[in-house]
């Protein structure tokens, strides 16, 4: 059983830059993916960012291209996502996730993952 709990958000101007975190506790498997994802009102929950276990392997959505980076501690405990040129269009409840058994394709979508994370709001003014 896996618990991920975040922290970081709020409110900040367009430009601005933000960084999430999210903690993970109880992992016992080391094959895992970690990932964002976020769900602005009346939309569908839709991928960010995800990063594997050793960090090699890493891929953004395009709307967050050049301007997301998704990175880890050295433990991997904890997974980061900066967030830098933010737009209105990304203001959204943002989630973290995780899996035990990550499979190509499957990590970038929410049906891939298996542990969430409570979701933090990111509100981006014009």
């Known amino acids: 059983q896996v618990q991920l709990v975040q922290s970081g958000g709020g409110l900040v101007q367009a430009g601005g830059s933000l960084r999430l975190s999210c903690a993970a506790s109880?992992?016992?498997?080391?094959?895992?993916?970690m990932g964002w994802f976020r769900q602005a009102p009346r939309k569908e929950r839709e991928f960010v960012a995800v990063?594997?276990?050793?960090?090699?392997?890493?891929t953004y959505a395009d709307s967050v291209k050049g301007r997301f980076t998704i990175s880890r501690d050295h433990a991997g405990n904890t997974l980061y996502l900066q967030m830098t040129s933010l737009k209105p269009e990304d203001t959204a409840v943002y989630y973290c996730?995780?899996?035990?058994?990550?499979?190509?394709?499957?990590?970038?979508?929410?049906?891939?993952?298996?542990?969430w994370g409570q979701g933090t709001q990111v509100t981006v003014s014009s």
């Open positions: 990063l594997n276990w050793s960090g090699t392997n890493i």
């Open positions: 109880g992992r016992t498997n080391s094959n895992y993916a």
């Open positions: 996730a995780a899996t035990e058994a990550p499979r190509y394709g499957a990590i970038w979508q929410k049906s891939g993952y298996e542990y």
